[in-house]
């Protein structure tokens, strides 16, 4: 167990921490919930992890978004946020995948490797399009 992980193991026990290093995570969306619920995950010691999203941070971001400041607008999410979960966790299997989820890729990316699939897309149709396919994937 690493040492940045000792007060989590506290909580989770170390087969709990053996566990979250094993769990295998999709978040698709990284705004005002993807971006906090990503950054949770890896903190609690999650070690396989993938992250979706197609956006640049826009300057209307920064009252609510954890990869929105000043100085990176302009700037994919995945980038910002994925550099972050790494500095969180160096030994993090991050897969970091930019593009806004089609119907087509939701069920070529939604397979039955993930553990969870977090939805925190804020627009409908693809947000359907993630729900069906996580009901769909392979047990």
């Known amino acids: 167990m690493a040492?940045?992980?000792e007060r989590a193991e506290l909580l989770f026990k170390p087969e709990g921490i053996e566990v979250l290093k094993k769990a295998n995570v999709l978040i698709v969306g990284l705004g005002g919930v993807g971006s906090f619920a990503a950054e949770f995950i890896v903190r609690?010691?999650?070690?396989?992890?993938t992250i979706v999203?197609?956006?640049?941070?826009?300057?209307?971001?920064?009252?609510r978004q954890l990869p929105?400041?000043?100085s990176t607008v302009g700037q994919p999410k995945v980038d910002i946020v994925g550099d972050r979960l790494m500095d969180i966790n160096p030994e993090l299997n991050l897969t970091r995948i930019q593009?806004?989820?089609s119907p087509e890729?939701?069920?070529?990316?939604?397979t039955k490797d993930f553990d969870y699939v977090l939805?925190?897309?804020?627009?409908?149709t693809p947000k359907l399009n993630l729900i069906v396919a996580a009901?769909?994937?392979p047990k």
């Open 119 to 124: 939805d925190c897309i804020d627009s409908i």
């Open 53 to 63: 999203d197609g956006d640049t941070v826009d300057v209307t971001n920064v009252n």
């Open 3 to 5: 040492v940045w992980q």
């Open 105 to 110: 890729r939701a069920f070529e990316i939604v």
């Open 68 to 70: 929105a400041l000043h």
């Open 44 to 49: 609690a010691g999650v070690g396989n992890l």
């Open 99 to 101: 593009e806004f989820l």
């Open 135 to 137: 009901k769909k994937k």
